[in-house]
């Protein structure tokens, strides 16, 4: 079982950054591939960026590369999701996903971007 609690969304104007953070509980954190996703209002939800267990593989959504950047710090049970440059489009309710023999999923933190 691993639960995942994501934190660091908030109001941001555009062209700003946050630092969103998934902690992670248990002892079994390395052997998942790690993955962010997001859903916008009125709409599906949506890959952003996903990581390797040993944080030596990543992979973007088209509509992020370049402004968004993915991290583990397997040591702290924590996957990171530095976001620059932050435009209206990107306003959602991020999740961070376990992704092994069985998926988890957090709860969501809201990341709102004003224009």
């Known amino acids: 079982q691993v639960q995942l609690v994501e934190s660091g969304g908030g109001l941001v104007q555009a062209g700003g950054s946050l630092r969103l953070s998934c902690v992670a509980s248990?002892?079994?954190?390395?052997?998942?591939?790690m993955n962010w996703f997001r859903q916008p209002p009125g709409k599906e939800r949506e890959f952003v960026t996903a990581?390797?267990?040993?944080?030596?593989?990543?992979h973007y959504a088209g509509s992020v590369k370049g402004r968004f950047t993915i991290s583990r710090d397997n040591a702290k049970n924590t996957v990171y999701l530095q976001m620059n440059s932050l435009k209206p489009e990107d306003t959602a309710v991020y999740y961070c996903n376990a992704d092994g023999p069985v998926n988890y999923w957090g709860q969501g933190t809201q990341v709102t971007v004003s224009s």
């Open positions: 990581i390797n267990r040993s944080g030596g593989i990543t």
């Open positions: 248990g002892r079994t954190f390395s052997r998942y591939d």
